[in-house]
Each structure stands twice: as C-alpha cells, then as structure tokens.
C-alpha cells in the first residue's frame, strides 16, 4: 500500500528519513513549471542548481554553449540568465538544447531530496503523468509530496499543486493511506480553482503586479503535457 504524506515547505525534508522513499517536488510558480515545460518542449535536460554560480560552474562543463542559463535570486532575474518562467524559455528557444536552472526555492528543494530513491519534478502541468508513473512504478513506497514553499514559509500556490495530485492519486489509488496534511490539500483543490488560487496566492500577487499574468495563467494548467522528469546524476530527464 502507498502512503501519501504532503510537507508544507522544503525545510520539512531536513527531518525526514529520505531512504527508499519517492519525493515528488513541486514549485508551481515557477520552478517545477519551467522545467516541465522546457522538456515537454525538447529540452534534452534540465541541470538544477543551487545559485547562479553554482549555474555558471555547470556551464563549464559545455564549452560548446548548447545550452540555456536561467536563473533568479529572490524573484529578480539573474544578469545574463534567462527570465526563469515556462513561456519566457519557450521564447528563448529550448529545443535540442541543455537548460541550467537555478531559482531560490525549487532547485533548492531538488537538492534537498537527494537521499531519496527516486526524485521527481511535478506541477499542475504534467500532474496526471507523474501519479500514472509512481503508481505503476512504486505501488508500495511512501510518497513525500514536497511544496518548495519560499525561504521557510509555506505557499498557497504549491499546496494547490500537492492536492491536484493527491486527488489524482484518490481516482487511481483509492486504498493508498493518506496523511492528514495529503487530505487538506485534496479538500483545497478539490474545492477551489486553480487560476484564482495562484492568482491570489502572496506569489501570484507579486507576478501580476510584474505583469506575469500570462504566466500565471500558463502554469496553472492540469496535465497538458505527459512529461515526466527523474532526477538522476545531477540532471532532470524524461523517462
């Protein structure tokens, strides 16, 4: 049986046993959103990284320069990275090409799973493709749901997020145990639209006052792409 357990903000992995467990990490505005994205638009991977030196390290790597930095530092873009939205990558041009990514929660909350047997990266927009894979793939382990949250606080926008899931696992696996913190995003998502909650989310608010409502808008669709990313040696691949 799976047991589905939501943790209301990335620093909630530091008393965790990650070992043999799934992690599932979510940062709907943007993180997980613009990695999605990118692969479902052919990226060929997705290098997370903590900071944006930690980004320019990676570069290094690829002297060929077939690939795209993005990255930002409190909600402000990095100098010389790419604006790290999904539509924003999109215009850049993804196809074929490496994405290295940095951002001031998700990233974080990629390298924060790392103990766990398997780490993957969810949103809205590839949701129904992620609990299909860990269903087929993991019917016995213990499920975290992680919200990247911001800087220790907790974000309406990515609990959002982890109740999408959790009623996608509901239709799919309806014996699973779920936590009681898996139950309260279920009831909100079930019972609120996702536009309006990432729109009136602290986040959201900060995007339109940007005027990233487009990108708001974009990130709040459910299960438009059938993607899949699994962190495996330091990259996100589709699998």
């Not at 530092?73 to 604006?83: C, D, I, M, Q, Y």
């Not at 913190?181 to 339109?208: K, P, W």
Request: negative net charge.
């Amino acid at each position: 049986m799976q047991k589905i357990h939501v943790l209301l903000k990335k620093e909630e992995l530091d008393a965790q046993r990650l070992e043999g467990k799934v992690v599932v990490v979510l940062d709907i505005l943007f993180a997980t959103s613009s990695i999605v994205t990118a692969l479902a638009h052919g990226a060929t991977e997705v290098i997370p990284t903590l900071d944006g030196r930690a980004a320019l390290e990676a570069a290094k790597q690829f002297p060929d320069g077939s690939y795209v930095l993005s990255g930002e530092l409190n909600a402000e873009t990095l100098s010389g990275f790419v604006h790290p939205t999904p539509q924003a990558l999109l215009a850049e041009g993804i196809k074929g090409r490496r994405l290295i990514y940095c951002t001031t929660n998700g990233t974080v909350a990629l390298a924060k799973s790392k103990g766990a047997a398997h780490v993957y990266a969810a949103a809205l927009l590839n949701g129904r493709a992620v609990v299909e894979r860990i269903i087929l793939q993991h019917p016995d382990s213990t499920i975290l749901i992680v919200c990247s949250g911001s800087a220790d606080n907790f974000n309406l926008e990515d609990f959002y997020g982890a109740g999408y899931l959790v009623s996608l696992f509901r239709r799919r696996a309806a014996s699973a145990d779920f936590s009681d913190a898996a139950l309260a995003a279920e009831l909100l998502h079930d019972h609120c639209d996702g536009l309006d909650a990432l729109r009136r989310a602290r986040v959201g608010r900060m995007m339109l006052a940007r005027r990233l409502d487009a990108e708001v808008a974009f990130a709040a669709q459910e299960s438009c792409y059938d993607v899949v990313p699994l962190l495996q040696h330091g990259a996100l691949r589709p699998v």
